[in-house]
C-alpha cells in the first residue's frame, strides 16, 4: 500500500497563497493519476484537481483559473498551487490515488482574516 503525506497547509488571509505538497512512497509514481481533494465537516468530499500521468489538468469549476495541480516525478510528489484563496476554499485538504483508493491524512487550509 502507497503511503501519501501532505503537507504546505496553513492559515492564510484571503486573497492569500499556499503551496500543498503530497509525497507518494513507492516506485512507479509516474504512471498514476493523482488528486487533490477537500473537506468541510458535514459535506461530502469533494474533488478539487486531477492530474493525468501525462500532466493534463482538470479543475472544480469553483477553482479554475486559481488552483494550479502539477506533478514532479523524480520527486514522486504533486503539488497543488492555490492562489486567490477565499474563506470559502477553507476545508481539509486530501491526496488521492485512484487507482488503489490510496489516500492522505490530509492537510488543513484555512482562509481567514
Known amino acids: 500500500q502507497v503511503q501519501l503525506v501532505e503537507s504546505g497547509g496553513g492559515l492564510v488571509q484571503p486573497g492569500g497563497s499556499l503551496r500543498l505538497s503530497c509525497v507518494a512512497s513507492?516506485?512507479?509514481?509516474?504512471?498514476?493519476?493523482m488528486n487533490w481533494y477537500r473537506q468541510v465537516p458535514g459535506k461530502q468530499r469533494e474533488l478539487v484537481a486531477q492530474?493525468?500521468?501525462?500532466?493534463?489538468?482538470n479543475y472544480a469549476v469553483s477553482v479554475k483559473g486559481r488552483f494550479t495541480i502539477s506533478r514532479d516525478n523524480a520527486k514522486n510528489t504533486v503539488y497543488l498551487q492555490m492562489n486567490s484563496l477565499k474563506p470559502e476554499d477553507t476545508a481539509v485538504y486530501y491526496c488521492?490515488?485512484?487507482?488503489?483508493?490510496?489516500w492522505g491524512q490530509g492537510t488543513q487550509v484555512t482562509v481567514s482574516s
Open positions: 488521492n490515488r485512484p487507482q488503489d483508493n490510496s
Open positions: 513507492g516506485s512507479m509514481f509516474s504512471i498514476y493519476i
Open positions: 492530474i493525468s500521468r501525462g500532466g493534463a489538468a
